[in-house]
């Protein structure tokens, strides 16, 4: 779905800078407010910090993107299919990692005979290039 199609459906005007925000995060994968703001004011000049804040803040409550909250600023990412998120510790980089969760969920939630209400998960790990 195109990011116009996107923001209309979730009854949120398609500004540009809201479109250069999505932008941004599709071409990042993830990305912190500051290299969003950095990224953004590149196209708008004049676009302040708050604003910025307010749009990432107004599509997250819209389920248009997530906020990350794993590393040691919050990340931001368009929302998508569930996934593993996988954070180094060391250089502070977050990678996708496709894996079905459906079973581990299932397992969980019967052996603890509970409901799980927000199935975001995350390993901290060290990365190739930190290894070396």
């Not at 250069?20 to 994968?29: K, R």
């Not at 581990?104 to 939630?109: H, P, Q, R, T």
Request: glycine fraction near 0%.
């Amino acid at each position: 779905m195109s990011h116009i199609k996107l923001l209309k459906t979730s009854d949120l005007k398609a500004t540009p800078q809201r479109l250069c925000v999505l932008d941004t995060l599709e071409n990042c994968g993830h990305a912190t407010l500051e290299q969003i703001e950095k990224i953004t004011k590149e196209k708008f000049p004049t676009l302040s910090l708050s604003t910025i804040y307010r749009n990432l803040n107004e599509m997250v409550e819209k389920d248009i993107i997530s906020e990350v909250k794993i590393a040691k600023k919050p990340h931001y990412e368009i929302k998508k299919e569930k996934h593993i998120h996988l954070y180094c510790k060391s250089c502070d980089t977050i990678w996708d990692f496709q894996s079905d969760t459906n079973a581990f969920i299932d397992k969980i939630e019967n052996e603890a005979n509970c409901k799980i209400l927000n199935d975001v998960i995350h390993f901290e790990i060290l990365c190739t290039n930190c290894l070396k």
